[in-house]
């Protein structure tokens, strides 16, 4: 098992290149599921997530190719199954494959999926989705059995609140209902919009994609189509965190500012100089961080994926920051592991109270999930001494060759296997 060691205090200075977005691809390759016809996929992040979705379709008999220029799904020959738990408990986005196997097969038996824990993340919207089209799904023994009688057809759903994820089941299966549906407070994330891109691309007719009211015209006739996914907004905001907590200056090659609005609003009050540059976003810390209040919302407020960077960073601020936490009830988890370098945070609920400190202390932490991994990197990059973080493995199901991107702007980070 591999581990990190990290001796810090240097200043970060260069340009890193921000890969595809994890969120984006994991719901892009279930939709290829979809169709009989080919979808290239370019942009996928070499991450671990996205190999176990590629592995999951492989299962159900997808053709995969990959090379330098993408990734190349065929489906045309899947048949009906059911994957086992230890294959889909690594990650919750398992559940996506749930509404395409539906649609080809007209049922499906799909693993309750796994994932980080960081809350109890129900699948509930996701059965009502596929419940206010016309399906009938149950829980069995661990598994979700969905079946759709003769076809779905096209609906109002409503959902209780804007979820990615049911976003998502509700777009795929929608695609391929008769008639039209509706979907309320859908979801607006980058990453929805992005699958709406690549849905249309292969032949669905889709509007109001980025706004809480999505139509879908069902019975899609589907075609080859290629795509390729957005940059990843939550990796460029972590290096923008490694930035400031170094008090250096990155280039984000290939991120979009206009995805990122709600993050870099909050590293300009902290203190952070940010502008476009010619090849994305760049990111210039300052000598001190600025104390600041924020609270996680759905996009486009302050994403919960960067709640745990941007901690890292209130902890060596100049006053006390108030953190709340809206989105999952147990995304505090990193906070023993950050005491134990020296933070000084108080919890109280879904509310976190950081008083900053001059000076972090290298020590040894346990990664719990995948954003609490990456915010012990970004405290031990600013600590003084040596930091060893252990149960990296969660770090690489979101972060392409995180430890090398940090080198190459002059961090002293090693990995080492165990």
């Known amino acids: 098992m591999d581990e990190l060691h990290i001796i810090g205090g240097n200043r970060l200075d260069g340009a890193v290149p921000i890969s595809g977005a994890k969120n984006a691809a994991l719901p892009q390759i279930a939709a290829a599921l979809l169709s009989t016809h080919s979808l290239e996929l370019t942009n996928l992040p070499k991450v671990s997530d996205v190999e176990n979705m590629l592995g999951i379709i492989s299962l159900y008999g997808a053709g995969i190719e990959q090379d330098a220029t993408g990734t190349r ?17 690594k990650m919750r986005a ?40 016309g399906a009938t799904v149950s829980v069995e023994g661990g598994y979700i059995v969905a079946s759709n009688g003769s076809k779905l057809k096209g609906a109002r759903i409503v ?19 008769q008639g039209e549906t509706e979907i309320l407070n859908a979801a607006r994330e980058p990453e929805v919009v992005d699958l709406v891109g690549c849905l249309t691309a292969m032949g669905a007719e889709i509007e109001g994609a980025g706004t ?23 990796e460029a905001g972590t290096y923008a965190c490694a930035a400031m907590i170094t008090g250096g200056r990155i280039e984000l090659v290939n ?22 540059g010619d090849r994305g976003v760049v990111v210039n810390g300052c000598n001190q961080i600025k104390h600041a209040d924020i609270t996680t919302e759905p996009y486009p407020g302050f994403p ?30 990193h906070v023993p592991e950050l ?16 008083r900053g400190r001059p000076l972090l202390k290298g020590a040894p932490v346990m990664a719990t999930d995948l954003r609490a991994s990456v915010c012990l990197v970004l405290a031990a990059l600013a600590a003084k001494g040596e930091t060893v973080i252990k149960r990296v493995y969660h770090l ?15 961090a002293n980070i090693s990995r080492i296997s165990t």
């Not at 609140?161 to 209902?177: D, H, I, K, N, W």
């Not at 690489?396 to 002059?410: A, I, N, T």
Request: charged fraction near 15%; charge should be negative.
């Open 73 to 89: 799904i065929n489906a045309s020959s899947l048949t009906p199954g059911e994957v086992d738990y230890d294959t889909v408990r």
């Open 94 to 133: 398992s559940i996506l494959v749930l509404a395409p196997l539906l649609t080809r097969f007209g049922s499906a038996c799909v693993s309750l999926p796994g994932g980080c824990a960081i809350g109890a993340r129900p699948v509930d919207m996701h059965l009502k989705v596929l419940t206010a089209l």
């Open 159 to 177: 959902l209780a609140g804007p979820s990615v994820g049911a976003t998502e089941t509700a777009l795929m299966a929608a695609c391929c209902a």
């Open 212 to 234: 809480h009211r999505v139509l879908v015209n069902g019975a899609t006739n589907w075609r080859a189509a290629s795509h390729h996914a957005i940059p990843d907004r939550v």
């Open 255 to 276: 991120a979009r500012m206009e995805h990122m609005a709600s993050v870099l609003q909050v590293l300009e009050c902290m203190g952070a100089t940010v502008w476009p």
């Open 304 to 333: 919960t994926d960067l709640q745990a960077q941007l901690m890292a960073m209130a902890c060596l601020a100049d006053g006390a920051s108030v953190i709340r936490e809206t989105i999952f009830e147990n995304r505090f988890m």
């Open 339 to 354: 005491s134990r370098l020296g933070a000084d945070i108080a919890l109280n609920g879904a509310v976190a109270l950081v």
């Open 396 to 410: 690489d199901r979101g972060y392409e060759q995180l430890d090398r991107k940090l080198s190459q702007c002059g």
